[in-house]
């Protein structure tokens, strides 16, 4: 039987484009209210509509200190509660200076840890603040709240040739530091935290590989499941919903792969 999120409200930050609106469509399927934040102001009123009277999209910079508490509490207002967020913002710092060390530039670094972790760490914040804010349930127990992260298999299985950011490897490694000992302060108020990690997915940021018939081949033997290909929007759904469903209530601290089979495939190269 699926996950259900019926009477949950989510918030998804960075939840107009991309993996985080299918998450968002998904979400709502399972029976949740949904509302997602973006910063391009058409893709916020795209996602409105498509996501209809159950979802509600707002214009926010991850970045901004001030996006996800105002989330959270158009959740609160619009749909009575607020029970889970998703973090999915982030990207590349590669047109900012992140790369391999020795070609990393100081502004890429800052850039690239402001967008993929600061951020992070933000939401993350507002949510445990209005979690421990909220009341306990009828048998005194912390009514408490569940946070997915989303991390990327890069953050632990490098991939030197074609995916050398190590900003973003930082990053995403931070993430899973972060994640892990959040859960371990916060399990005893009952609030969850767990990560989400693709490898190449077809996104918007992953345009320069899906583009390079190198590093596809490349990928095709590092993801070889389903055929060996990119991974979709989709694919990391049923584990976002499951980690945010009162299924998943005695798993935190988890790191949970959606990778094809990257982290445990050694991958070919052409050869040269």
Same mark, same amino acid.
């Given at each position: $039987?699926?996950?259900?999120? +019926?009477?949950?409200?989510?918030?998804?930050?960075?939840?107009?484009?991309?993996?985080?609106?299918?998450?968002?469509?998904?979400?709502?399927?399972?029976?949740? &209210?949904?509302?997602?934040?973006?910063?391009?102001?058409? /893709?916020?009123?795209?996602?409105?509509?498509?996501?209809?009277?159950?979802?509600?999209?707002? @214009?926010?910079?991850?970045?901004?200190?001030? *996006?996800?508490?105002?989330? @959270?509490?158009?959740?609160?207002?619009?749909?009575?509660?607020?029970?889970?967020?998703?973090?999915?913002?982030?990207?590349?710092?590669? *047109?900012?200076?992140?790369?391999?060390?020795?070609?990393?530039?100081?502004?890429? =670094?800052?850039?690239?840890?402001?967008?993929?972790?600061?951020?992070?760490?933000?939401? /993350?914040?507002?949510?445990? #603040?209005?979690?421990?804010? &909220?009341? +306990? !349930?009828?048998?005194?127990?912390?009514?408490?709240?569940? @946070?997915?992260?989303?991390?990327?298999?890069?953050?632990?299985?490098?991939?030197?040739?074609?995916?050398?950011?190590?900003?973003?490897?930082?990053?995403?490694?931070?993430?899973?530091?972060?994640? #892990?000992?959040?859960?371990?302060?916060?399990?005893?108020? /009952?609030?969850?935290? /767990?990560?989400?990690?693709?490898?190449?997915?077809? !996104?918007?940021?992953? +345009?320069?590989?899906? !583009?390079?018939?190198?590093? $596809? *081949?490349?990928?095709?033997?590092?993801?070889?499941?389903?055929?060996?290909?990119?991974?979709?929007?989709?694919?990391?759904?049923?584990?976002? @919903?499951?980690?945010?469903?009162?299924?998943?209530?005695?798993?935190?601290?988890?790191?949970?792969?959606?990778?094809?089979? =990257?982290?445990?495939?050694?991958?070919?190269?052409?050869?040269?």
């Amino acid at each position: $039987m699926p996950a259900s999120l +019926k009477d949950k409200s989510i918030v998804i930050i960075g939840g107009t484009t991309g993996l985080g609106l299918s998450a968002a469509k998904a979400c709502i399927a399972a029976g949740a &209210s949904v509302v997602v934040v973006g910063r391009d102001e058409s /893709n916020a009123a795209a996602a409105g509509t498509e996501l209809g009277a159950f979802g509600r999209a707002i @214009i926010g910079d991850a970045t901004d200190p001030a *996006a996800a508490p105002r989330a @959270i509490d158009d959740a609160r207002r619009h749909f009575g509660g607020f029970h889970g967020l998703y973090h999915v913002a982030g990207g590349s710092g590669r *047109a900012a200076g992140d790369g391999p060390l020795h070609e990393l530039t100081d502004e890429g =670094w800052a850039f690239t840890l402001g967008l993929n972790l600061t951020g992070l760490m933000m939401s /993350n914040r507002a949510a445990v #603040r209005a979690f421990m804010s &909220s009341s +306990k !349930t009828a048998e005194g127990v912390p009514a408490g709240g569940t @946070i997915v992260n989303m991390g990327s298999v890069l953050g632990y299985s490098p991939s030197p040739k074609y995916f050398s950011t190590h900003a973003y490897a930082t990053a995403k490694a931070a993430i899973i530091g972060l994640t #892990r000992s959040c859960a371990a302060y916060y399990a005893p108020h /009952n609030i969850r935290f /767990n990560v989400l990690a693709p490898a190449l997915v077809a !996104t918007p940021m992953s +345009k320069r590989a899906q !583009t390079d018939d190198e590093v $596809m *081949a490349f990928v095709k033997t590092k993801q070889p499941l389903d055929g060996g290909r990119i991974g979709a929007a989709e694919d990391c759904d049923a584990a976002a @919903i499951y980690l945010l469903s009162d299924e998943s209530r005695f798993v935190t601290g988890q790191v949970l792969a959606i990778d094809g089979g =990257w982290g445990v495939t050694e991958g070919q190269y052409a050869p040269t």
